[in-house]
């Protein structure tokens, strides 16, 4: 069959990596993709957002299924585009429906989700500029540090955490009044802070059915001993080493079947990735947050472990039977190290050659903000690839993924060199 993927980060690179494997993948597509897809597929310059441009493509290309990457145009309703113009709606869609992807689309829709269907997670109250008079008292019942975090979507950036009350106050303002994060923090959540150990959960669901991949766990500040700014993810680890079979089966019973009870009792239509972010507090997990598609660069780790003919499954959440899949999961362990442009998540220069990447051997490389150049590959984003490795312990893998880093080279490049410091 004629597949298309959407995006254009390491996780499209890694979809059209294992889509690429099926021998029931005739013609694989990317859109817009990267240097990485460049290799195994065709890539098209559509964005992720022209709908348009993508129903042309899938009408000229014959295409008989559609993976969508990134949230963008899942909040954006592509799913329910495909499914409302007649020249189009026979193509399947793995992505939910704009209804489901609020779930990631507004932080308040999704813990209104969660506290609805008894989904253990963080206490909140939700504020508005009309009410930020409100949210300021409602910060002084808590206890430090203060978690604060834009509705909308604010690419991976829109939560902050502060351990001074004046300073989460101004925090407040900044994000409610001088619209800090534009539309995105028109409302802010305002919640208590969860201590623990955080891991990522990952869901595929035909509506009805469900099964879980991996665990992964991923590291998000750009500094050492996870410090500083945000960013999309600096490398992740699979399986994740304290999620012992006891833990997994709580987030099962307490999480993973409530949630898709909840799609089906909400009438919200999910064919797709459920993304589940936890928390471990003590011996118990919570929710933190529900992406609506796979985490990057969790995928990278996630994926490369799945076993299954992935097509085979993506026909089987399309066509609802899942149920007759068996999920088989590599025991070795993956894990990725991203390499990023120098001053990324802040201000960063692009256009910078990237060489060694043919000479890893021991790693696959999966391209992000890579792109090829006059028949050069350079770098065009802020997390420009990342190093994925097998490895009998997860210790194995990263000092693998480490040891190829070393044979790449571009100007200003950065890592951290402590992935999986806290394990």
Not at 104 to 115: P, T, V
Not at 144 to 158: F, I, M, N, R, W
Not at 222 to 246: C, H, K, Q, R, Y
Not at 365 to 373: D, E, S, T, V, Y
Request: aromatic residues 8%; hydrophobic residues 40%; glycine residues 10%.
């Amino acid at each position: 069959m004629n597949i298309l993927v959407l995006g254009s980060g390491g996780r499209e690179h890694t979809f059209a990596w294992k889509i690429a494997q099926s021998p029931l993948c005739k013609a694989l597509y990317v859109a817009p993709g990267n240097s990485g897809t460049a290799e195994i597929a065709t890539n098209v310059n559509i964005g992720v957002t022209d709908f348009e441009g993508i129903k042309n493509l899938v009408l000229e290309k014959q295409i008989e299924l559609v993976v969508v990457g990134p949230e963008d145009p899942l909040v954006k309703g592509i799913h329910d585009f495909f499914l409302n113009d007649e020249t189009i709606k026979h193509v399947p869609v793995i992505g939910p429906q704009k209804k489901a992807a609020e779930l990631e689309g507004s932080k308040e829709f999704a813990k209104e989700f969660m506290i609805r269907h008894n989904i253990p997670t963080a206490a909140y109250e939700s504020f508005t500029k009309e009410t930020v008079e409100q949210g300021y008292a409602f910060l002084e019942t808590l206890k430090p540090p203060y978690v604060l975090k834009a509705d909308g979507l604010a690419a991976g950036k829109g939560v902050v955490i502060l351990n001074n009350l004046d300073k989460a106050k101004a925090e407040l303002k900044s994000m409610l009044v001088d619209a800090k994060f534009g539309a995105a923090s028109t409302k802010v959540v305002i919640e208590e802070f969860l201590d623990g150990i955080e891991l990522s959960c990952f869901v595929l669901t035909d509506g009805s059915n469900y099964k879980i991949l991996p665990t992964a766990k991923d590291y998000k500040r750009i500094g050492e001993g996870d410090t500083g700014l945000n960013t999309g993810g600096m490398g992740a680890v699979s399986p994740v080493p304290f999620a012992t079979n006891e833990f997994l089966s709580k987030i099962e019973e307490r999480i993973v079947k409530p949630t898709i009870e909840g799609f089906k009792k909400d009438k919200l239509p999910y064919v797709g990735f459920v993304f589940i972010g936890l928390i471990k507090v003590g011996d118990d997990p919570k929710v933190i947050e529900y992406n609506v598609r796979m985490g990057d660069p969790e995928t990278e780790v996630v994926f490369p472990r799945l076993k299954n003919d992935l097509v085979e499954v993506l026909q089987a959440m399309a066509k609802g039977t899942l149920n007759t899949i068996d999920i088989e999961i590599d025991n070795r362990a993956a894990t990725t190290i991203m390499v990023v442009s120098g001053g990324y998540p802040e201000a960063y220069e692009k256009g910078k050659e990237i060489t060694g990447i043919d000479t890893i051997k021991e790693s696959i490389p999966f391209h992000a903000g890579a792109q090829l150049k006059d028949g050069k590959v350079v770098t065009s984003g802020g997390r420009v690839i990342s190093i994925t490795s097998y490895g009998n312990t997860y210790q194995e893998a990263i000092k693998k993924s480490y040891q190829s880093i070393e044979k790449l080279h571009f100007d200003k490049m950065y890592y951290r060199k402590d992935i999986g410091f806290d394990l």
